[in-house]
């Protein structure tokens, strides 16, 4: 060690940017694979890191926003499904939920890279699995399907008994009764967990481009810039922190986005008992 | 390892199979899992050991302490653990060699970072230069169990200073009332209760633990998923007896189902520790127990 990541100097290419606007403009979308072909390499400004890791972030939220946003559709299956009576749709759901859930999420994404490749083998069609793009955002999906599902499990067997019996009271049945009285419950019950797990699905996304998805022509998210300056410039004091800023800024954005809705949820309660979302920090998966 | 394995072309697929499987190269897959062993077993006890510290500190009464210690448990906070890891790992190694610098070279009189680089004497350079490479992959490690010891230690910091809290008042007034010092309430009553507070946030975190050791191959180390994929990889006759198309994806499979039955067997082995943990403590569960014997 102590001398990894030392790279030599290209004097002639570096500082590309005179003025921090120039740096913004060139390469905010750099992330993206628009703007300049070559990232900074001598030079390297305070500018450069704030922008180029910040347009990094926009492969950050656009895997958390989709995985998230699909996997909630899955979650709510697999919940239902591990609550069945019969063992045929019970079992596989636990499964699914234990497998994704007792494994490392880094280990599932070199798996699915290396099937996707082997699918990509098979149908050459389909050959869009093995980009970050595609393939990172389905095991990222599979992958908070589970760790959700779990989560609205536990609030579905946390359902007031006396909710369940006034409904009954009230006549409701079969599908009137799960959309008005159980599927409400079991999301107010489980949103402060479910914050939580949109927050560390955010946190995972940093994963992707260090498991064999490529990061085609570097057009990576944020942390692979991070780790691209922190090896060039050999300083890790500096892009480590900006990043860690960005993630801060963002996780505050989601806790008040989830914040919003979990008032909606709980809109019907008196304002003493509702439950606050608290952030508990649960780390890796 | 086989004495039948000399001319693997020759062989049906069941000894290929188990020739191949018992090549150097794979030794250093199995190996690879020891190390995966050896680091869950010195970061487990350190980082416990950072946690309590810095929960010690986070409840001193002397403000800056005080802040030092909540610092130190909330990095756990808003930011990707992976970039603690990345960041850490350099970090350290640069605070050990400029440490080192600072005493072994006083009248060095050019500065440590020139641009983008980051210079220290000879003599600071850790390992140094010739160092045979068994040291290079031990410092390696060491710097590796360090960094996961920081940040797990900061998780770690988090639940047992919840569980020290969470150890009854009342516990804690007798103790006074008996007229014991701030020094002997949390040795002797404080500590003792506090573990049955905190194993389900340890147990959570062991199992996190266990999640994050493939995070070694960041950090550089030749750990089991460095062997995966090297062994994996399309292997073509002119180099080795045993060729062999893509099979990463099955090695990956193969470490996706090491990881499930690592997991459910913590699982079962924590829950019975928790059973006889509960035993007789003053919460819920061992009063399930003293009614169910009673």
């Known amino acids: ?285 | 390892m086989f004495g039948f394995c000399t001319d693997p072309a020759s062989l049906d697929s069941t000894r290929w199979m188990l020739c191949y499987l018992t090549t150097p190269k794979h030794m250093n897959l199995y190996y690879a899992f020891g190390t995966v062993l050896l680091l869950l077993a010195i970061t487990a006890p350190v980082s416990l050991a950072f946690g309590f510290g810095g929960a010690i500190l986070a409840r001193s009464r002397i403000a800056p302490l005080s802040w030092l210690g909540k610092g130190y448990i909330a990095i756990v906070r808003g930011v990707p653990d992976i970039a603690f890891f990345l960041f850490f790992v350099i970090a350290l190694d640069q605070a050990f060699e400029w440490v080192l610098h600072q005493i072994r070279c006083p009248d060095w009189d050019q500065p440590i970072r020139q641009g983008s680089d980051f210079i220290v004497c000879a003599a600071a350079k850790l390992p140094q230069n010739n160092a045979p490479q068994y040291v290079h992959d031990t410092y390696a490690f060491l710097v590796a169990v360090l960094t996961f010891s920081i940040v797990f230690g900061a998780f770690a910091g988090n639940v047992l200073f919840g569980a020290m809290r969470a150890v009854p008042r009342a516990q804690i007034e007798t103790a006074e009332a008996y007229g014991m010092t701030q020094g002997q309430v949390f040795r002797r009553i404080i500590v003792p209760q506090m573990w049955v507070y905190a194993l389900p946030g340890l147990s959570n975190l062991w199992m996190v633990l266990i999640k994050a050791t493939p995070l070694l191959f960041l950090l550089g180390i030749r750990d089991i998923v460095f062997w995966a994929r090297e062994l994996g990889a399309t292997q073509t006759p002119r180099f080795t007896a045993f060729p062999h198309g893509d099979w990463r994806m099955w090695y990956f499979l193969f470490l996706l189902v090491f990881y499930l039955a690592f997991t459910r067997v913590s699982e079962v082995v924590l829950e019975r520790i928790m059973r006889r943990l509960s035993h007789g403590q003053a919460t819920a569960a061992g009063e399930a127990q003293r009614r169910a014997a009673a």
Not at chain 1, 123 to 131: D, E, Y
Not at chain 1, 197 to 219: C, D, K, R, W, Y
Request: charged fraction near 15%.
């Open chain 1, 1 to 285: 060690m102590g001398n990894f990541g030392r790279q030599p100097n290209f004097g002639k290419f570096g500082g590309r940017h005179m003025t921090c606007a120039g740096a913004l403009s060139a390469d905010w979308l750099r992330s993206i694979g628009i703007g300049a072909r070559q990232l900074p390499t001598s030079n390297i400004t305070l500018c450069d890191q704030f922008v180029l890791i910040g347009s990094g972030l926009i492969w950050n939220v656009y895997f958390a926003v989709i995985a998230l946003s699909a996997g909630f559709f899955l979650a709510m299956a697999l919940a239902l499904g591990k609550d069945a009576a019969s063992p045929w749709l019970r079992k596989p759901c636990a499964w699914f939920i234990f497998i994704f859930r007792g494994s490392p999420l880094f280990i599932q994404f070199f798996f699915g890279y290396f099937l996707f490749i082997n699918i990509r083998g098979a149908f050459p069609g389909l050959g869009v699995l093995t980009s970050a793009g595609v393939g990172a955002t389905i095991v990222l999906f599979l992958n908070t399907s589970a760790y959700s599902g779990e989560i609205f499990h536990g609030a579905l067997r946390s359902i007031p008994k006396g909710d369940l019996e006034a409904a009954d009271a009230f006549g409701l049945s079969g599908w009137g009764r799960f959309r008005r009285i159980i599927w409400p419950t079991m999301l107010r019950l489980g949103w402060p967990a479910y914050t939580n797990e949109a927050i560390f699905l955010f946190h995972a996304t940093t994963l992707v481009f260090f498991s064999g998805f490529p990061a085609v022509q570097q057009s990576g998210d944020a942390l692979y810039y991070a780790r691209y300056f922190a090896d060039r410039t050999f300083n890790p004091f500096v892009p480590y922190p900006i990043l860690a800023g960005y993630f801060i800024l963002l996780t505050l954005v989601i806790i008040g986005i989830f914040g919003l809705i979990n008032r909606r949820l709980n809109r019907h309660l008196p304002q003493e008992v509702r439950p606050r979302i608290r952030y508990r920090p649960q780390v890796i998966r």
